[in-house]
């Protein structure tokens, strides 16, 4: 029987334990995407994860939403994010890089020329986003064109490539949070009338031609696929009116790929393990290969939760913030650390690399 502990592979990348970092944005980047050395001493120290999953990382110019965000488009990156991982590869760990197109929630001061963001349809995003100067709300984008599509697939197809350069052990396809994949397979995003609107087989094609794109570099047991039915929090984006259906439908289109994960978002980020108005399983079972949960674990559910085999990895997000030995300290069932939250985002290494193992902490 699996435990959370054990060793085991996910794909085609082995893990030395079902503890997965989540992706998390820290937006210590420059302004041109590019990582300091200080991204490569905090992945580092976060190694004994059993994989980690990269910070959120634009694909292309047009992708990015936030400021000191990271990004996969230039050589200049590549070469910030080989030492990355390298130091994880030394460590021992396995890192995969997440590709995100942010769609709608950005800001013209972001884009090539001061350009509108793009999205399916022309519908302005709520909340806020962060560009150089502080918060403001996304600007109102423009609706992609259907012969657009396909450029925006090649820009996919070579951030793929340029995380292979970077030495990455694979991709994970950011389909969740209301940014732009997620913005078309929601009826509430997408009010489209050509291939990729109205039905759920045509507002779900975009992430399956990403992913099966991605999928053509990489190998699919190299490429996972991330999706979050149930949140509203990029740009106070409403839900889709069926999600079960609609997911449900993109689960079982994505297994036909043999990817090498599907990783949920089971309720809100940031919010609580609210999974009841949902049925994740459902998802998992149409998928039909490794599934990665993730929102709200604690260690005792992360056991049983891989113990029953309801998941291959359970992924754990802010607390991975604290505590760089999250896993030694979930195995040795040690307290863990709490993060302040003013630095959850942008700054230097405080808060992002000084965080010392339990091992190491002053005792009071
Ligand atoms: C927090 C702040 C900015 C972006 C996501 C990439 O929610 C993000 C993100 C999270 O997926």
Known sequence: MADLFS????????????????????????MEGVHT???????????????????????????????????IYTDAHVRAWRPVTEAVHEAGGHIVLQLWHVGRISHDSLQE??????????????????IETGFERPSMPRALRTDEIPGIIDDYRNAARKSKDAGFDGVEVHSANCYLL??????????????????????????????RAVAEIWGPERVGVRLSPLTKSAGDTPLDSDPQT????LAERLGTLNLAYLHCIEGQTRGDNAKAEFDFQALHRAFGGAYIANNGYDRELAMTTIAN???????????????????????????????????FYGGG????????????????
């Not at 085991?8 to 420059?30: C, E, F, H, Q, W």
């Not at 863990?336 to 939250?341: F, K, Y």
């Not at 290494?349 to 009071?364: L, Q, V």
């Open 37 to 71: 050395p200080l991204a490569i001493e905090y992945y580092r120290q976060r190694a004994s994860a059993g994989l980690i999953i990269s910070e959120a990382t634009n694909i292309s110019r047009q992708g990015r939403g936030y400021a000191f965000t990271p990004g």
């Open 309 to 343: 085999g309801l998941a291959d990895m359970v992924a754990f997000g802010r607390p991975f913030i604290g505590n760089p030995d999250l896993v030694e300290r979930l195995q040795r069932d040690e307290p863990l650390a709490t993060a302040p939250q003013e630095t």
């Open 349 to 364: 290494a405080k808060g992002y690399i000084d965080f010392p193992t339990f091992a190491a902490a002053p005792t009071s």
């Open 7 to 30: 060793p085991g592979k996910i794909g085609a990348i082995p893990v030395s334990n079902r503890v997965a970092m989540a992706p998390l944005t820290r937006a210590r980047a420059d």
């Open 113 to 130: 020329g001061g350009q509108p963001p793009v999205a399916p349809s022309a519908i302005q995003a709520g909340g806020l986003t962060y």
């Open 182 to 211: 997620e913005e078309f397979i929601r009826d509430s995003t997408n009010k489209r009338d050509d291939a990729y609107g109205r039905s759920v087989e045509n507002r779900t094609r975009l992430t399956f031609e990403v992913a």
């Open 246 to 249: 609609t997911y449900g439908f």
